[in-house]
């Protein structure tokens, strides 16, 4: 199961990588990769945005679904733990494999493979 998440993986990646040096608009690429992504890994939102100096103040530029609420301010503060996690240079899950072969993804996405 997960060498089958580890070919999973790494074709989404090749994907991501393709989709961001594409041309186009920045919001229909984050559109592209959410969508190699999603079967991945289940997600309700997705938001990107970017940093202040020193990671102290957060701006989302893109949400996903349009339809979520609104975030409070245009600024928001930064959390000194999510700050320390940020700054920390290891902000990714090191169990990718082992989330992804365990079946923790939308049915859709489940019955799709059968």
């Known amino acids: ?6 070919v999973e993986i790494a ?3 090749n994907l991501i990588k393709k989709i ?13 990769v959410l969508g190699f992504v999603r079967p991945l890994i289940s997600f ?26 609104k975030w409070p301010s245009l600024w928001v ?17 090191s169990d990718l494999e082992e989330f992804v072969s365990t079946g923790r993804r939308p049915r859709r996405a489940r019955n799709a493979q059968s």
């Open 1 to 6: 199961m997960q060498a089958v998440a580890r």
């Open 77 to 93: 503060e930064v959390p000194e733990g999510v700050r320390l996690w940020l700054t920390s240079g290891k902000t990714w899950a």
């Open 11 to 13: 074709i989404t990646r």
């Open 20 to 32: 961001m040096v594409d041309p186009g608009q920045w919001q229909e690429r984050i559109q592209q």
């Open 44 to 69: 309700d939102r997705a938001t990107f945005g970017i940093y202040g100096e020193n990671v102290s103040l957060f701006r989302p530029v893109y949400i996903e679904p349009s339809t979520a609420a």
